[in-house]
């Protein structure tokens, strides 16, 4: 079999006609289209290469930004802008100062506990996370215009 990245520049890889071959190859971030072509024992060839094509994604996506809430009775929904990545984000993650609680493939969450902080990150198609972004909706509920605290005495 031969083997490499440019269909009229294959390597050979083994001359045993063997089932399992392995070759390593100096692959790029990005898109890589890997070409094979193989003979069988009695010298017949593929008629043509077959293409394989390979994404290596290493790199993780950017920070959610512009984080916001709204709330609709009873319901808190926090937003953000969707973060930038080479390949494409797949979701995003919501943690708690401990632990993962949710994720979502949408650029919002509707806030299901009640936790002061919550760290954001993005996901990209090939499971790489990005750096976490902190949100607290109590704080930004205490920083609203009109907001007012119940000076109630106790």
């Not at 024992?41 to 994604?57: R, T």
Request: charged share 25%; glycine share 6%.
């Amino acid at each position: 079999c031969h083997v490499g990245f440019e269909q009229n520049q294959l390597v050979e890889v083994n001359k045993d006609f063997e089932l399992e071959h392995s070759a390593i190859l100096p692959f790029v971030e990005g898109r890589n289209k890997v070409f094979v072509k193989c003979t069988d024992q009695d010298d017949n060839d593929m008629v043509k290469p077959i293409m394989i094509d390979f994404f290596l994604d290493t790199t993780a996506p950017g920070k959610v930004t512009n984080l916001n809430f709204s709330v609709d009775g009873d319901k808190i929904r926090v937003t953000w802008t969707a973060a930038k990545d080479n390949v494409g984000v797949r979701s995003y993650n919501v943690y708690n100062s401990l632990q993962k609680i949710a994720s979502s493939s949408s650029t919002y969450w509707d806030v299901t506990t009640n936790d002061s902080f919550y760290f954001i990150t993005a996901v990209d198609k090939a499971g790489n996370e990005g750096e976490k972004q902190e949100y607290s909706f109590k704080r930004e509920l205490l920083l609203q215009p009109g907001f007012e605290v119940n000076k109630t005495k106790v």
